[in-house]
């Protein structure tokens, strides 16, 4: 039984939780009084660069008790998110989990240079060092799981491929294995600039909180250095820069159980059934209505509770429990159902159904050729020429500046009369799209 038994959530509310937190923030530790701890710890790497690391203990840990510890690991500045990271690692610290929270090098309060761009070689290696240190400790029983959302789970994935010993689980939300197909700076080869890409190079020129010293150090190794988003733009072609982290060719290298979160309307959802498809270890995907965001605080609705699903998964792999979800089905999918054009959607409609894994046995793929009159058919036509005149403002509505590349989508129809479109006759019944659509254009073109 959890230490807290029935304290999921507990008396005091999630508000409450984290306006105490915001009394409460100060260097060192950091008690509240619902049985959680913060304690400020720096973890030195082999160079002497130290990181800064959030530790989420239960305050009445007794002295030589060890529980597994779960890492995230990003450049989101830690002491700027506590206020939504306490209400979220605080599911797990009551389920008998330490939760560490940790700035990459260069980042938040982590010393050092900051890194040359995401995901370097630089933030892996130091990720291995930290989920060592991690294991070492004496509040730890030497068993690390990774965690994330986006970047957090970005590097989970990298690195289970890595293979540090410690490392026995992880759970990935809204992230990919795929850096150049998938990943936020360019969509099918088409470049993609957003505010995410500009907000973080300022971010990461600011100093640490809360005393934002701006000196010398500072100016070397955070607001002199080029900016991410060049980088990214000067590599506008697959190649070895997206390769060095990608585990699109490293599955066979991935040998710990993952567990995979996706949503319909976010812009990674497309890994979760190549990981299904091509993992050996055990591996576990879950997709759901909502967009880039967390299952249980969801943009649209309907959400649910994963944190009660990753303690059984980390119990299972970090507690040497027998959960019985390696007995459940894979995959859990939720099965949209039409609604209108947004641009807003409370509500998906749609229902949950578990499937055994990918790909699914009964899953028809139908080859479509499109036709010289503009509609969609199984039989291949002549060969016909259709010319595009270039509009530079088409295609605000399926994805630009008003709306982010995963979000729900606008009323079409500006953007298809600026547009080839080829459509098939009137569907007879509802039809179910699942998997990863695929337009090829003709051998030898």
């Not at 807290?4 to 009394?23: D, E, F, T, W, Y």
């Not at 982010?404 to 989508?409: L, P, Q, R």
């Not at 179910?432 to 030898?444: F, K, S």
């Amino acid at each position: 039984m959890p230490r807290r038994a029935g304290q999921n959530h507990p008396a005091i509310s999630v508000l409450s939780r984290c306006l105490l937190i915001i009394v409460l923030l100060a260097r060192g530790v950091i008690a509240a009084d619902d049985g959680i701890t913060i304690v400020e710890a720096w973890i030195e790497m082999p160079d002497g660069v130290r990181l800064a690391a959030d530790l989420y203990k239960p305050t009445d840990l007794e002295p030589g008790e060890k529980l597994p510890v779960l890492l995230e690991y990003t450049p989101y500045r830690r002491t700027e998110s506590r206020f939504g990271n306490y209400p979220l690692f605080s599911y797990f610290i009551d389920e008998d989990y330490i939760v560490a929270r940790v700035d990459i090098r260069g980042t938040g309060n982590s010393e050092g240079r900051l890194i040359p761009h995401e995901y370097s070689d630089i933030e892996l290696d130091d990720g291995e060092v930290v989920i060592d240190w991690l294991s070492k400790q004496s509040f730890s029983n030497g068993n690390v799981g990774m965690f994330g959302i986006s970047w957090g789970g970005f590097n989970a994935i990298q690195l289970a491929v890595r293979q540090p010993p410690a490392l026995k689980a992880i759970i990935a939300a809204d992230a990919t294995e795929d850096l150049y197909q998938d990943d936020v700076h360019f969509m099918d080869g088409i470049m993609h600039v957003d505010s995410w890409e500009m907000s973080q190079d300022l971010d990461n020129s600011r100093p640490g909180a809360p005393d934002y010293v701006i000196d010398d150090d500072n100016f070397r190794n955070r607001f002199d250095t080029e900016p991410w988003m060049l980088t990214y733009k000067k590599q506008q072609r697959d190649g070895p820069f997206w390769d060095r982290a990608s585990s699109r060719d490293k599955y066979d290298q991935i040998k710990i159980p993952t567990f995979h979160i996706g949503g319909w309307y976010d812009g990674y959802r497309d890994s979760l059934p190549r990981m299904l498809a091509n993992v050996k270890a055990p591996v576990k995907a879950m997709i759901g209505a909502w967009s880039h965001a967390w299952p249980h605080d969801p943009y649209p609705n309907p959400g649910m509770e994963w944190r009660h699903e990753a303690v059984r998964w980390f119990d299972q792999f970090l507690k040497g429990k027998d959960t019985g979800i390696l007995e459940e089905p894979r995959f859990a999918v939720y099965v949209r159902e039409w609604h209108p054009p947004g641009p807003y959607l409370e509500y998906a409609p749609g229902f949950w159904r578990w499937e055994d894994g990918w790909p699914i046995d009964r899953i028809q793929q139908t080859r479509m050729y499109p036709q010289a009159n503009h509609t969609l058919s199984v039989a291949q036509d002549d060969e016909t020429v259709h010319a595009l005149r270039y509009v530079p403002s088409s295609g605000l509505e399926a994805g630009g500046p008003v709306m982010w590349w995963g979000d729900v989508a606008h009323d079409q129809r500006p953007t298809d009369a600026y547009s080839l479109v080829y459509d098939t006759d009137p569907l007879e019944s509802d039809t179910e799209i699942l998997g990863l659509p695929m337009a090829r254009r003709p051998t030898g073109w």
